[in-house]
């Protein structure tokens, strides 16, 4: 009976120091995962501070795939400005190049175009429909167009929201409570003005079109670089405008002239 107790005494001991080893092996997963844990949110407050220590133009947070229209309802715009299939990019460039082509420089008017074109499409289904028993071949048959009008509405739909936060801002900037805005909005029209006296909207526009073909992407290659110039430019731009405030903004009335009473 004794040896059977000594035995059992033992057995309880050699469980007790198992459970005890088991329980210190998870307290030091624990502690490790624990220390893991903040070793992450260490590492990723660190990164979330050297991210916002970074200046991007124009306030930029995400980067330039998205900011140009990485959404699930045009994805294809990014793509096309930033030349991630060049065939595509380089068949909307050159159709673009094309149109101005023919407008400018060949003083082709577009009214004139469409009906050169329709002329020539009708007149040559026209008579291959009637030389289709001398050919023995039938003539192509005629898609019917169709357009879907969920298509126009939602064009319709983007058009008012745009026009209608355009009228905001515009009503924002007339109320005279942000002159920095004022200015800006005044000097890119004026800049705006110049551009149009000196060449016409269809190539305005072209050039519109070759600078988002080109600008977007050479930003995204050298990004950096760019981002450090824009940091000191903007810096020496709100230096100056600082002491054109303090000498000249400051200086002008602001709100209504209350009424002098006289005795």
Request: net charge neutral.
């Amino acid at each position: 009976m004794a040896d059977h107790a000594g035995e059992h005494e033992k057995h309880e001991s050699v469980a007790e120091s198992l459970i005890d080893k088991i329980t210190d092996k998870f307290h030091g997963s624990d502690s490790s995962s624990d220390s893991e844990n903040e070793k992450d949110k260490d590492t990723k407050s660190a990164a979330s501070a050297v991210k916002a220590k970074i200046y991007r133009l124009f306030g930029r947070e995400k980067p330039v795939h998205k900011v140009l229209g990485d959404e699930p309802s045009y994805p294809l715009a990014a793509d096309i400005f930033l030349w991630r299939d060049k065939k595509i990019s380089a068949g909307v460039l050159g159709f673009a190049t094309a149109i101005w082509v023919l407008f400018e420089l060949l003083e082709y008017h577009l009214l004139t175009l469409v009906c050169h074109i329709l002329i020539l499409g009708l007149a040559i289904l026209f008579l291959w429909s009637n030389a289709s028993t001398f050919i023995n071949k039938s003539p192509p048959k005629i898609p019917e167009v169709v357009v879907p009008e969920n298509i126009v509405l939602g064009v319709a739909s983007a058009l008012r929201i745009e026009f209608n936060g355009a009228f905001a801002q515009l009503r924002q900037i007339a109320s005279g409570k942000d002159i920095k805005k004022f200015l800006a909005v005044i000097a890119g029209l004026w800049v705006l003005s110049i551009l149009g006296s000196c060449w016409n909207f269809l190539t305005l526009f072209y050039i519109c079109f070759v600078l988002l073909h080109t600008v977007p992407v050479l930003y995204e290659k050298y990004e950096d670089q760019v981002d450090a110039f824009a940091e000191k430019a903007e810096a020496e731009l709100k230096k100056q405008y600082a002491v054109f405030n303090a000498k000249v903004l400051s200086k002008i009335p602001k709100g209504p002239l209350k009424d002098k009473k006289f005795a």
